[in-house]
């Protein structure tokens, strides 16, 4: 468990975040164990890996919301994101706009400047 390495004031301002951006709703959250599969993934290699509390059609024509964790190794560190997205199609370029669109152009230039301009949290 990615975690279990966590220095307690990196776990506490996880847990600050997601309580943020959960907010008041009770569908399409995360919770801890998600960051911590996702920075897993980033610590074991992958160079970005993400997931979201689930995706909605937009037949009702309201403005569900969906949490989404986004990690990424920056520069030979680990940095996790938590932030908002529709929850229609959720990717992180739609809940951090420095990465649009996602997965697409020069993605290393938009992690840098996703670390320099969105205060992701540093996994070291």
């Given at each position: 468990?990615?975690?279990?390495?966590?220095?307690?004031?990196?776990?506490?301002?996880?847990?600050?975040?997601?309580?943020?951006?959960?907010?008041?709703?009770?569908?399409?959250?995360?919770?801890?164990?998600?960051?911590?599969?996702?920075?897993e993934s980033v610590m074991d290699g992958c160079e970005w890996k993400y997931c979201h509390g689930?995706?909605?059609?937009n037949a009702y024509k309201y403005p569900a919301k969906t949490t989404v964790v986004f990690a990424?190794?920056?520069?030979?560190?680990?940095?996790?994101?938590?932030?908002?997205?529709?929850?229609?199609?959720?990717?992180?370029?739609?809940?951090?706009?420095?990465?649009?669109?996602?997965?697409?152009?020069?993605?290393?230039?938009?992690?840098?400047?996703?670390?320099?301009?969105?205060?992701?949290?540093?996994?070291?």
């Amino acid at each position: 468990m990615a975690t279990a390495t966590m220095a307690t004031e990196q776990i506490q301002q996880i847990k600050n975040r997601l309580k943020a951006v959960n907010g008041r709703r009770r569908e399409r959250i995360l919770t801890l164990s998600d960051v911590d599969r996702v920075v897993e993934s980033v610590m074991d290699g992958c160079e970005w890996k993400y997931c979201h509390g689930g995706s909605v059609a937009n037949a009702y024509k309201y403005p569900a919301k969906t949490t989404v964790v986004f990690a990424a190794r920056v520069d030979g560190h680990v940095y996790v994101g938590i932030g908002t997205s529709p929850a229609t199609a959720p990717t992180p370029g739609r809940a951090w706009k420095c990465l649009q669109p996602f997965g697409k152009g020069d993605v290393k230039a938009k992690l840098r400047q996703w670390v320099a301009e969105c205060n992701p949290i540093r996994i070291d």
